[in-house]
């Protein structure tokens, strides 16, 4: 991933150490991790902007994606290779 310009979710973190080795990468690569332990990205001395989220809709979801990170990252509603809902 070192010359990648990507996006990697990380979802349901419970421990700072599962989460570490998907923070490697190029500074392309952008991470979204969610957890209910709101020290994970302090412990790890990250520059993290922390988010409190609901249950969110899917248009709900893309509109934080693109203000996150100026970028539109889904058209369809669908993540194109997996084809899962976002």
């Given at each position: 991933?070192?010359?990648?310009?990507?996006?990697v979710v990380i979802d349901d973190v419970w421990?700072?150490?599962?989460?570490?080795?998907?923070?490697?990468?190029?500074?392309?690569?952008?991470?979204?991790?969610?957890?209910?332990?709101?020290?994970?990205?302090?412990?790890?001395?990250?520059?993290?902007?922390?988010?409190?989220?609901?249950?969110?809709?899917?248009?709900?979801?893309?509109?934080?994606?693109?203000?996150?990170?100026?970028?539109?990252?889904?058209?369809?509603?669908?993540?194109?290779?997996?084809?899962?809902?976002?």
């Amino acid at each position: 991933m070192e010359d990648r310009s990507c996006l990697v979710v990380i979802d349901d973190v419970w421990d700072a150490e599962h989460l570490r080795p998907f923070l490697r990468g190029g500074k392309q690569a952008a991470r979204l991790f969610t957890t209910r332990n709101a020290g994970i990205a302090s412990s790890l001395a990250l520059h993290a902007r922390p988010a409190d989220v609901d249950e969110m809709s899917p248009s709900e979801a893309v509109a934080m994606l693109v203000e996150s990170t100026g970028k539109i990252a889904v058209n369809s509603g669908y993540v194109p290779c997996f084809g899962c809902p976002v």
